[in-house]
């Protein structure tokens, strides 16, 4: 996340304890990849808190060469898989379960080009500005852009669940946001909306929950 160590660092305990009450919360399998979002997010969170600590001791050591690989893994690669197929476990609506499976189908393209990129090129990262920029060369910025929103936000806002559709809108307004305003820093900056946003899924089990107390 954006803004210094500690904010990465209280963003992660936050979205850890988030994740950890929505997993008892859970009703059966299919819903915990989407419990597992706020626990995913806090790891990413970590490994940017690793980054403000390291980046300004030793910006070219080999600790922050592999958060910096690390962070573009899991922002670039990791989300647009893992995003769609959380929406698709706990969808019950066939077309717009079919629709969210186009939407992982080509995330799953998205990471498997991305996750080649960042880890056969060099990537740097460094502090400016309050944010932490991350030098990324993938080609084609825009529309590999539109690619990612369709994984990462349009798959959860076509969800059937209210809250997940929530989640979605949430994440779609956040990278436009990002990609207006804090471009250099679009990932950092993302990421921090979309952590902000994991107490939405918090939500969707405890209603869940109380629905089925209610059924018994």
Same mark, same amino acid.
């Given at each position: 996340?954006c803004?210094?160590?500690e904010a990465s660092?209280?963003a992660?305990a936050v979205?850890g304890?988030?994740?950890i009450?929505a997993?008892?919360?859970?009703?059966?399998?299919r819903e915990?990849?989407?419990a597992l979002i706020?626990?995913?997010?806090?790891t990413?969170?970590?490994?940017?808190?690793?980054?403000?600590?390291?980046?300004? &001791?030793a910006p070219?050591?080999?600790?922050?060469s592999f958060?910096?690989?690390?962070?573009l893994v899991?922002?670039?690669?990791?989300w647009?898989i893992?995003?769609p197929f959380?929406?698709?476990?706990?969808?019950t &609506?066939?077309?717009r379960?079919t629709?969210i499976a186009v939407c992982?189908a080509l %995330? &799953?393209?998205l990471a498997?080009?991305? +996750?080649t990129?960042?880890?056969?090129?060099q990537?740097?990262?460094?502090?400016s500005g309050?944010?932490?920029?991350?030098s990324?060369e993938t080609?084609?910025?825009?529309?590999?852009?539109? !690619?990612?929103?369709l994984?990462?936000g &349009?798959a959860?806002?076509?969800?059937?669940?209210?809250?997940v559709? !929530?989640l979605?809108?949430?994440?779609?307004? %956040?990278s436009? +946001?990002?990609?207006?305003f804090?471009?250099n820093?679009f990932?950092?900056?993302w990421?921090f909306f979309?952590?902000?946003a994991?107490g939405v899924i918090?939500?969707?089990?405890?209603?869940?929950?109380?629905a089925?107390?209610a059924?018994?």
């Amino acid at each position: 996340m954006c803004f210094s160590a500690e904010a990465s660092f209280l963003a992660a305990a936050v979205t850890g304890a988030t994740g950890i009450v929505a997993l008892t919360r859970v009703g059966n399998a299919r819903e915990v990849p989407l419990a597992l979002i706020p626990l995913a997010f806090a790891t990413q969170q970590l490994m940017e808190g690793g980054l403000w600590l390291t980046l300004p &001791v030793a910006p070219a050591g080999g600790l922050s060469s592999f958060l910096t690989q690390a962070f573009l893994v899991y922002g670039l690669a990791f989300w647009p898989i893992f995003a769609p197929f959380a929406a698709w476990s706990i969808e019950t &609506v066939p077309r717009r379960r079919t629709a969210i499976a186009v939407c992982m189908a080509l %995330g &799953v393209a998205l990471a498997v080009y991305l +996750t080649t990129t960042v880890l056969t090129v060099q990537h740097t990262s460094c502090i400016s500005g309050g944010h932490i920029l991350y030098s990324v060369e993938t080609g084609s910025p825009l529309s590999l852009g539109l !690619l990612y929103l369709l994984a990462t936000g &349009v798959a959860l806002a076509i969800s059937s669940h209210r809250a997940v559709a !929530l989640l979605g809108a949430i994440v779609i307004v %956040g990278s436009v +946001t990002a990609h207006f305003f804090y471009w250099n820093a679009f990932i950092s900056v993302w990421c921090f909306f979309a952590a902000a946003a994991s107490g939405v899924i918090l939500f969707h089990f405890e209603r869940a929950r109380i629905a089925r107390r209610a059924a018994a």
